[in-house]
């Protein structure tokens, strides 16, 4: 009897399980009429800091290419990389479906998908990207119907032809347009097995953002279409050692395109890639288009003669700020944005080398050591944890016994910067560093007063920037506001400040880093900047990275020169002749609206020899520089 009852209870469950099914399966979900709607799409603009045009976001998407204009290679090419069984199943995958319940039941929520191709169109034309069970649940019968209503060969038509590439790119003709600059037609095996790639996630393997990624996805790729007898061995063989050759042929600035695509990449993550290329947004930068002109024909005139000399992987970034605001002017984030889209001013974490000194000095000025006393320089030995033995040396292989500390950090010399580091405790100088936004690679071993820590062009020059902002450190931005198409302002940067040094302490530091640019005003005559400056180079083991900080009233600039996988540029190369050339050069085109850094008024001047820290009558003789106290 208990037995009968459990059947019937079953057969009941089921019918009406079954009952429930097919009035959702019946319901109409969509209409397939929005298939063929097309919408005018708003582009969004980026303005410059007076409100002039600089680039525009819109949809790259061409007119419809039918299902037998498509390439056999791209069919099996995407069927390969998103559904093995696309021909054959009804639109799920049942298969997928458990594995993917399993997972997320284990997870307690929508963890992993078990998207078919025609679950994806449901996706892309229907739905929201959200994770939830009831997006999942609509996904599924949406793609019944799918499949119910349409071909297979117009579901891949839909789906080829509305599939998104990234940066306004849908549909793989425009995709093929925009990579190799040909039309669908002329596609070669691993071209479609790249664009088949990008299926799973325009960010992680567009070849545009990521050739690197993309590559391996294509490979991997090519290795299903191997498996499901779609290519020959020969044929695998062949595209697997192909090099991913793309050329973005979108128009633009080669160097500019740094500072666009930084601003895409945020406004599409910020605001969602529909918002961005069809609700005309208005995204106000903090970029002066002058300033960025002349940063980019300094960096481009000089960085071309570098290369001539040392070969095509040289390359670097820069970023220049409103010292009171931290409001980014200029941004470069490498020489030819078609060759590599990686952003050296944004991305790049390289030794700061000796950029890093001027916050040590500045703790050891805070610590009561004044700049006029005398160290010793000499040859050091030290032995590290392992057991080797360590000998640093100065940059030149010199040692020139005793000066001041002031002669130190003007002429750069390692060995005393050491000295200092242990007079002061290493233990002080990390948490000293953070403040100043150095973080990465802080140790307390002597080696870090060298500058072994990291940082980008971005950071070093947030933390420079602190001695040209009468000791405030201010956190750089380069999107000022965003308002939406009915100019709705829907996000607005604020500005973080905090102060570091007292402006005793900055003035005082501020004199001291002027030293080095008063060697260069003689070097340069007439030819120098007519408002003060304050600078401080910096290179790495073999040059494999030289850097330049510099600063005016009215600018602080962060650049260096190095190639991308760090290969030294040799030893003899210094940022005199690599860096600073770039932003002397770029410094001299800028008009000079303020002439003078902050000096407190509390401060006197006194004159001493900057070789023994005797004090000398006037700053007229020999050896004699001014400081403050």
């Known amino acids: 009897m208990l037995i009968h009852r459990i059947t019937v209870s079953v057969s009941i469950i089921f019918a009406i399980t079954l009952g429930l099914a097919t009035v959702l399966i019946e319901k109409d979900w969509v209409d397939f009429a929005a298939l063929d709607i097309y919408t005018i799409a708003q582009p969004s603009i980026v303005l410059d800091d007076e409100g002039a045009i600089i680039a525009k976001f819109e949809l790259d998407k061409r007119a419809p290419i039918a299902f037998d204009k498509l390439p056999k290679t791209l069919i099996q090419a995407f069927v ?15 298969r997928g479906i458990v594995r993917s319940a399993f997972v997320n039941l284990m997870h307690g929520k929508v963890k992993q998908g078990a998207s078919t191709i025609t679950q994806q169109i449901a996706r892309l034309m229907f739905l929201s990207y959200e994770r939830t069970w009831f997006r999942k649940i609509q996904e599924v019968f949406i793609a019944i119907q799918l499949e119910r209503q349409l071909s ?130 208005k995204i106000k930068t903090t970029i002066n288009t002058p300033t960025q002109e002349h940063a980019e024909q300094a960096f481009s ?14 390359n670097g970034g820069l970023i220049s700020l409103e010292p009171s605001t931290g409001k980014i002017k200029a941004m470069i984030g490498g020489y030819d944005f078609r060759q590599s889209q990686y952003n050296r001013a944004m991305q790049a974490e390289r030794q700061i080398g000796s950029t890093f000194k001027p916050i040590l000095y500045s703790l050891a000025m805070r610590a009561g050591i004044d700049m006029d006393s005398v160290f010793i320089d000499e040859p050091i030995e030290m032995q590290m944890p392992n057991g080797s033995i360590w000998r640093p040396m100065n940059w030149d292989h010199k040692f020139n016994g005793p000066m001041t500390l002031a002669r130190a950090i003007t002429k750069s010399v390692n060995t005393i910067s050491i000295k200092l580091f242990l007079k002061i405790s290493g233990s002080y100088v990390a948490p000293w560093s953070r403040q100043f936004g150095i973080t990465r690679h802080l140790t307390e071993y002597p080696s870090a007063a060298l500058g072994t ?26 999107v000022e506001w965003v308002k939406d198409e009915h100019g709705n302002k829907i996000f607005e940067s604020a500005i973080s400040r905090k102060r570091i040094l007292d402006a005793r302490l900055c003035s005082r530091m501020v004199n001291l880093l002027e030293l080095r640019m008063l060697s260069a005003q003689r070097q340069y005559g007439k030819n120098w900047l007519s408002s003060q400056s304050i600078g401080k180079t910096g290179s790495t083991n073999g040059a494999s990275t030289t850097w330049f900080v510099g600063a005016t009233p009215t600018l602080t600039t962060a650049l260096y020169i190095g190639c991308d996988d760090n290969t030294p540029m040799g030893s003899s190369l210094l940022a005199s002749t690599t860096a600073f050339p770039i932003w002397h050069r770029f410094y001299k085109q800028l008009p000079a609206t303020r002439k003078h850094f902050y000096k407190d008024p509390s401060l006197n001047e006194y004159y001493v020899n900057w070789i023994t820290g005797e004090p000398a009558a006037n700053k007229y003789e020999a050896d004699v520089i001014t400081l403050l106290r």
């Not at 000089?302 to 001539?308: A, E, N, P």
Request: aromatic share 10%; net charge positive; charged share 20%.
């Open 152 to 281: 297979k060969e117009q579901i891949l038509e839909i789906y080829l032809n509305n599939i998104y590439f990234g940066r306004g790119i849908y549909g793989v003709e425009a995709a093929c347009r925009r990579l190799w600059n040909k039309p669908l037609q002329e596609l070669t095996l691993p071209e479609a097995a790249t664009l088949a790639g990008v299926a799973a996630s325009a960010r992680l393997y567009s070849p545009l953002n990521a050739p690197g990624s993309a590559t391996k996805r294509r490979n991997l790729i090519l290795q299903s279409m191997l498996k499901l007898n779609f290519i020959t061995p020969d044929e695998y063989k062949n595209a697997i050692a192909s090099k991913m050759a793309i050329n973005d042929f979108a128009p633009g600035n080669p160097i500019r395109m740094y500072t666009q695509e930084w601003i895409r990449q945020w406004a599409e993550q910020t605001f969602g890639k529909d918002v961005l290329y069809q609700k005309g947004l």
């Open 80 to 94: 390969a990389a998103e559904d093995h069984s696309f021909f054959t199943h009804s639109g799920i995958s049942a």
């Open 453 to 478: 820590a990291e940082a980008t062009v971005e950071k070093n020059a947030a933390a420079f920037n602190v001695f040209a902002n009468n000791g405030i450190y201010v956190k750089p931005y380069l």
């Open 301 to 314: 005139d000089v960085v071309h003669k570098l290369r001539i000399r040392l070969g095509d992987k040289l």
